[in-house]
């Protein structure tokens, strides 16, 4: 609990006695809930906040208002960004109905309405 009591002490206080969060402790705290066997309430609970208040900071973390450390254990699968396509190269055409994932030479093509925890099983197979 010493390591959770001094990183309460970097969240200054208010003038009415609230703490103020710091957007890089809200972010640590929001990539703690994100690693394997973690949940919101845990982590709330042990950073002495509501669970609900963590849920706002994932939220503002799903809109890009928070950037997330990366901590041992985040369950990430691994993005390649690859460079834009230039004006004149014409793009394969796609239905709008469908995703696809892409390593190296190999595309799956998946219905727009497969699963979120599918489409994370087939980019982890697909990474080893």
């Known amino acids: ?7 309460l002490a970097r969240a200054p206080r208010r ?6 969060w710091p957007p890089e402790l809200k972010a640590r705290i929001v990539a703690e809930t994100l690693i394997e066997g973690e ?3 845990a982590v709330a609970k042990r950073y002495e906040l509501i669970p609900s208040t963590v849920s706002d900071w ?4 799903r809109q890009g208002k928070l950037v997330l450390p990366n901590l041992d254990g985040m369950d ?5 960004i690859g460079a834009p396509a230039t004006v004149g190269q ?14 190296g ?14 489409i994370a ?6 990474a080893t």
């Open 1 to 7: 609990m010493g390591a959770t009591s001094e990183f």
């Open 15 to 20: 003038a009415d006695g609230k703490r103020n």
């Open 39 to 41: 949940t919101v309430n």
């Open 58 to 61: 994932r939220r503002m973390a």
């Open 76 to 80: 990430f699968v691994p993005v390649e």
């Open 90 to 103: 014409s793009l394969p055409a796609t239905s709008s109905s469908t995703i696809d994932v892409i390593k």
């Open 105 to 118: 030479c190999v595309t799956v093509r998946l219905d727009a309405g497969t699963p979120a925890a599918r």
């Open 121 to 126: 099983e087939i980019a982890r197979a697909l």
